[in-house]
């Protein structure tokens, strides 16, 4: 009667979707304050000011149509004018506006990018730990998805792993840095060793291999670490941007796909992206936001309270002796379960109301994710909490 694909993805949740759901149940028994739901990486930062000042201007805006009407299917003209003007101007690139095409989130950009990129016996290759959606995204396509090990410990590349894990049936690499769930970012030694390795594997398969960088966390990274543009390092780069995290603007679903230039035949790639986006029904991302985001390029909410939760959060876990990866972007902290066990872990914590996602379908077991994206009251009157966690497995 029905897809039977279909539902199963819809009929259960992601494990995070699930907690989430659960945290809502729980708060209407105990009371939401009672709850420490660490579960899902909504941004509590307020967006910036430009966000709320361009709202009212364009509703202030005589002629209605021009706010609420169809942009292009690829998305504004202008808008996408404003994007790539931003992007040359950080990055030292030369994309142009008809490289750029608008899209309901980065999700939906990663989507499309593996329908558009997907042949008949074509795999995707990513890296633990991965977003848990990247199998529906990619599976969608047509495709299958192959997990790559990376290193212990700093779940930085392990580049040895990456050579081994590449064949004639990869068509392109998913990678997320800043990292969601472990907070890491890929450093420019393992951009550059794994783009080499990328371009052994062309010439030796004698065919295109994408990288498809997926980047709502690009602005959210601490202590000056810088974010390297994969647009610069090899030619073959799909760009999955949202502004979600960097504008607190999750709920708005906007984002792009960057094409880049540097493809042989790039149109070519593009035109699949516009392709793709039709055939699944991504067209004309919401024209209020678009025109929202082009007045905003450039701003972000204020990351320096993400970087005081993190350093809180972290701080206290490793003092009680709970072992954890620092993370230098994005806004979680990925601990390691004392029992080596993810789940016994999660329902542990349960009990002393911390909801905490764990590891396992993120392609790593024996940790929980940890989203600091909460007020950071609510870290400071959950560390009592955390730390009566932690005795419990000495006691």
Known sequence: MVNQYMYGIGSKRSVIREIFEYAKARGAEVGPENVFDFSIGNPNVPAPDCVKE????????????????????????????????????????????????????????????????????????????????????????????????????????????????????????????????????????????????????????????????????????????????????????????????????????IGYILVSPKIENWQDVYFAVCGAGRALGYVCAPSLMQKVIARCEGSTSDVSIYARNRNLLYNALVEYGYECVKPDGAFYLFVKSPSGDSYEFYERGKQHDLLMVPSDDFGVPGYVRVAYCVQTETIERALPSFKKLIDSYRD
């Open 54 to 253: 361009a709202i009212i201007d364009l509703m202030n805006e005589p002629d209605s149509t021009k706010i609420h009407g169809y942009t292009s299917a690829q998305g504004d003209l202008e808008v996408r004018k404003v994007i790539a003007d931003s992007v040359n101007k950080r990055f030292g690139c030369s994309v142009v506006p008809e490289c750029i095409y608008m899209t309901v989130g980065a999700a939906a950009s990663v989507t499309i990018s593996a329908s558009a990129l997907y042949e008949e016996g074509d795999e995707f290759l990513t890296f633990v730990p991965y977003f848990t959606e990247y199998k529906v995204f990619v599976k969608t396509a047509g495709a299958d998805l192959k997990v790559v090990p990376t290193q212990d410990k700093t779940f930085q590349i392990d580049i040895d792993a990456f050579r081994a894990a590449i064949n004639e049936h990869t068509k392109g690499v998913i990678i997320n840095s800043p990292n969601n769930p472990s907070g890491v970012v890929y450093s420019e030694e393992s951009i550059k060793k794994m783009c080499a390795v990328l371009e052994e594997k062309q010439a030796e398969y004698g065919k295109k291999i994408f990288l498809i960088s997926d980047e709502p966390y690009r602005e959210v990274v601490y202590d000056g670490v810088e974010v390297p543009y994969l647009v610069n390092y090899y030619d073959n780069t799909i760009i999955c941007y949202s502004y979600s995290k960097a504008l607190s603007l999750p709920g708005e679903r």
